[in-house]
């Protein structure tokens, strides 16, 4: 089935400093969505993006989609203690079922 | 609005224990879906209903796993028996209408011993 791969596993930064994490398919994705998880928490949905080239910003956060819809980046300015967490993608490759990728964990150092 | 829930938060049980989990999706909403995160693993879809009918089992592991929606409303998740590997945190989700962004539940950590 659909599977995306997602990098880094883990990432450390120091409060203030940028994060990215990125997905990537070996198929052209119909789209993507991102979800946080808190630590102790749940998936939350944050965004879905469908359209090639796609540029999407939640405050600190830029989504993007590639323009062969093969891949994405959640990217966080500036981080603070409350972005700690990890970062889902995930796809549909059917109509429901989500395939999420293993996620990225972020630290951020006061 | 009340989002989705599920109980009990935690469950500690020994291998050859049985375990049923349950889920109350978002009121209205007529998909639902099991989803299990294994340590150290990404989160793996194991079932969909729409309403009461099983939409889509296919990440269901094996036949100790059954799931149940009679009437359509709350779900349940049963391991017998449950065996080490079957530990991990079961999260269920709910969608509805048009709008497929599913909505998770806070999750049930089991631990099989």
């Known amino acids: 089935g659909q599977q995306v791969m997602q990098i880094p596993q883990y990432q450390h930064v120091q409060e203030g400093e940028d994060f990215t994490t990125y997905c990537n398919s070996s198929t052209t994705l119909s789209n993507i969505q991102w979800y946080k998880q808190r630590p102790g928490g749940h998936p939350v949905f944050l965004i879905q993006l469908v359209k090639s080239g796609e540029v999407k910003k939640q405050k600190r956060l830029t989504f993007q989609f590639g323009e062969a819809k093969k891949n994405s980046s959640l990217h966080i300015t500036a981080t603070q203690t409350t972005d700690v967490g990890t970062y889902f993608c995930a796809v549909r490759p059917g109509s429901y079922q989500l395939t999420f990728g293993k996620g990225t964990k972020l630290s951020v150092i006061p | 609005e009340a989002g989705v829930t599920q109980f009990p938060s935690h469950s500690v049980i020994e291998k050859g224990q049985t375990v049923t989990l349950r889920c109350d999706p978002i009121s209205g909403h007529d998909n639902l879906y099991w989803y299990r995160r294994v340590m150290g693993k990404e989160i793996k879809f194991l079932l969909h209903f729409v309403k009461e009918s099983k939409q889509d089992e296919s990440g269901m592991p094996n036949n100790r796993f059954l799931a149940e929606r009679t009437g359509g409303t709350y779900s349940t998740l049963k391991v017998q028996p449950a065996e080490l590997e079957d530990s991990g945190v079961y999260f269920c989700?709910?969608?509805?209408?048009?709008?497929?962004?599913?909505?998770f539940g806070p999750g049930t950590r089991l631990t099989v011993l």
């Open positions: 989700a709910s969608s509805g209408g048009l709008d497929r962004t599913q909505y």
